[in-house]
C-alpha cells in the first residue's frame, strides 16, 4: 500500500508541475502555491490524527515490554526458590582435619556423625630385584620381553610386552604405564655408584587389587612387596566401613570422605544448613518485587520522568491488573499452608507489604524462620517439588505456584503479549491509513491544479477580449473625433 501511494503521488506531482508551468498567465496569481496550501490544509489534521494514534501505540507496545521484562525478572528470583534443591547448601563442620576432609552435596542431610579412621588404604609398591648402570642398559640383548601379571586384580594372566628394542629400563617402564592394565611404573635413581636405577611398580589401593609380577628373562625379577595392598578401615557412627579406595563417596549420604591418616579418637562431623544462601534468595525476590511494583508505578504516571517508557501505558487497565495479581502472589496463603506447620504464607517469615504497596523484610524474624524451622520454610516456598512442570497439579508452595501464574502472563495467550499483538496491529492499520492519506492528496493536488488551470485561462482570455473590445472603441472614437 505504501509503494502503490509514493508511485502515485510521483506521477500526481509530476504532472501538476507540467501544468502549473503554464499557469499564471492570465490571473497573475501563484496557482501552485494556493492549490498546495489547500491540500496541506485539508491534510494536516488528518495525518495528525493518524501520527497521534501511531506514537500512541508504539508507546503502548514500549511500555508493555518493559513491563515484560519487569515480570521475567521477578519471575527468575521466584525460580531461585520453586526447587526444593535451591535450599540444599550443606556446610560442613569437622574437628580433626588433618585425618579426613568432607565435602557434602546437594543430596546431604543436616545432621552429626563420627568417624574413627583405624587403617589407610594402601597400594601394593613392589621393586625390581635387579638394579641396572644406566636407564637404557640392554636387559635382553635387544629382544623382547613378556612381563605377565596375575593375581586378585586380574581375572587372569595378563601379559605386557616389551618390544625389540625396548628391553631397557626406561623402556620396560613405558610399557607398563602405557599397558592399561592399571599399574604404574617409575625409574628410580638410588644413588648407588654402580648400578643406581632400579624399577618400581604400583598399583591401584585396595587388597582387592593385589599382584604378582614375573618375566620372560633372567635378570629382571621382582621380588617381595615393599608395601602390600591393603582397605581402609574405619567406623562411621559406630558401623564398621571397608574401602578399597581412601575417598569414600556416600558412606554418609551426599557426602565425600578423603582420608588422610588414621586417628585414635573419632572425629566430630556435623552437617547443617547453609541458611545465609536462601535468605539472599529471598531477600532477592523483596528486590525483584519492589523493582517490578516501581516500573509499573511509573508506566502510568503522566508527569513521569523516566526516559523511553514513563508514562507509556498512563491509563491502561492492563497496569493496575498486574498490580494487582503480582500483590496476590506475595500476600496470599500458600498451597502448602496445611503442609508447612505454623507457617502459611510470607509474612510468617517476615516479608509483608507495607502501607504504600512495597515488600519489606524482617530481618530477625526471616533468620528465626530459617534457623529453628527451616524445613517447613522450605515447604511454604517450594512445596518440596523439584522441576515441576508449569501445568503441574501439585501444591508448589509459594515460589513455585507465583513461577506459574507469571509464565501465564508472559505466555503468548497472556495478557501482555495480546494487548502488544493488538497494538501492533494498529499501528499497521494507521500506517495503512497513512499510506492512503497521502494517495488522496496527491490526486486532490492534480485536481486542484487541473481546475485551476482552468480557471486561469478563461480570466486570460476575458482579459484578451477585453483589450480588443477597448481598442475597438478606442479606434471608433478616433474616427469621429477627426471627422
Known amino acids: 500500500m505504501a509503494t502503490t501511494a509514493v508511485s502515485s503521488s510521483a506521477s ?5 508541475a507540467n501544468i502549473v508551468s503554464t499557469l499564471g498567465a492570465g490571473s497573475g496569481i501563484d496557482i501552485k502555491s494556493l492549490a498546495q496550501s489547500l491540500v496541506e490544509a485539508e491534510k494536516a489534521p488528518r495525518k495528525a490524527a493518524i501520527d497521534k494514534g501511531v506514537t500512541k501505540n508504539e508507546k503502548i507496545v514500549s511500555g508493555l515490554a518493559a513491563a515484560k521484562y519487569a515480570l521475567s525478572t521477578l519471575q527468575t528470583a521466584f525460580d531461585n526458590l520453586k526447587d526444593k534443591s535451591d535450599y540444599k547448601n550443606i556446610s560442613v563442620s569437622n574437628s580433626q582435619t588433618n585425618a579426613f576432609t568432607a565435602t557434602a552435596s546437594a543430596n546431604a542431610d543436616p545432621g552429626s556423625h563420627r568417624v574413627l579412621i583405624n587403617a589407610l588404604a594402601a597400594a601394593q609398591l613392589v621393586t625390581g630385584e635387579s638394579s641396572f648402570e644406566t636407564s637404557t642398559s640392554p636387559i635382553n640383548e635387544g629382544g623382547p620381553i613378556t612381563l605377565t601379571l596375575s593375581g586378585a586384580a586380574f581375572a587372569e594372566e595378563a601379559n605386557i610386552t616389551v618390544e625389540d628394542g625396548q628391553d631397557t629400563p626406561a623402556g620396560i617402564v613405558d610399557a607398563i604405564n602405557q599397558s592399561g592394565k592399571g599399574l604404574s611404573a617409575q625409574l628410580f635413581n638410588t644413588g648407588d655408584p654402580q648400578k643406581p636405577y632400579k624399577i618400581v611398580v604400583i598399583g591401584s589401593t585396595g587388597l582387592s587389587n593385589a599382584f604378582t609380577i614375573s618375566s620372560s628373562v633372567e635378570g629382571l625379577d621382582f621380588g617381595t612387596p615393599l608395601q602390600e595392598a591393603s582397605d581402609a578401615s574405619l567406623t562411621v557412627d559406630g558401623i564398621p566401613v571397608v574401602s578399597s579406595s581412601n575417598t569414600l563417596n556416600d558412606t554418609i549420604p551426599g557426602v565425600t570422605l578423603n582420608l588422610l591418616a588414621t586417628n585414635t579418637s ?14 539472599t534468595k529471598v531477600l532477592a525476590l523483596v528486590s525483584a518485587y519492589n523493582d517490578a511494583m516501581d516500573l509499573l508505578t511509573e508506566l502510568s504516571n503522566p508527569k513521569s520522568t523516566l526516559e523511553t517508557y514513563g508514562g507509556s501505558l498512563v491509563g491502561n487497565s492492563t497496569v493496575n491488573s ?3 495479581q503480582l500483590r496476590a502472589l506475595v500476600t496470599a496463603d500458600s498451597s502448602t499452608a496445611a503442609s508447612s506447620g505454623s507457617l502459611s504464607a510470607l509474612r510468617d517469615i517476615g516479608i509483608e507489604v507495607n502501607k504504600v504497596g512495597k515488600l519489606t523484610s524482617n530481618s530477625v524474624k526471616l533468620d528465626m524462620a530459617l534457623k529453628f524451622d527451616f524445613v517447613n520454610t522450605v515447604t511454604l516456598l517450594s512445596g518440596n517439588q523439584e522441576d515441576q512442570a508449569e501445568f503441574g497439579a501439585a501444591p508448589a508452595g509459594i515460589a513455585g505456584d507465583a513461577s506459574k501464574a507469571i509464565s501465564k502472563l508472559l505466555s503468548k495467550s497472556g495478557t501482555i503479549s495480546t494487548e502488544s499483538a493488538n497494538a501492533t496491529s494498529r499501528i499497521t492499520k494507521y500506517q495503512d491509513d497513512l499510506s492512503r492519506l497521502e494517495e488522496r ?28 473590445l ?8 478616433a474616427m469621429y473625433t477627426n471627422n
Open 322 to 324: 498486574l498490580r494487582t
Open 441 to 468: 492528496m496527491s490526486m486532490m493536488l492534480l485536481r486542484y491544479n487541473k481546475q485551476f488551470s482552468a480557471m486561469d485561462n478563461m480570466v486570460g482570455q476575458t482579459k484578451s477580449s477585453q483589450t480588443g
Open 266 to 279: 573419632p572425629a566430630s562431623l556435623s552437617l547443617t544448613n547453609n541458611t545465609a544462601d536462601a535468605k
Open 470 to 477: 477597448k481598442s475597438s472603441f478606442e479606434g471608433l472614437m
Open 12 to 16: 500526481a506531482n509530476a504532472s501538476a
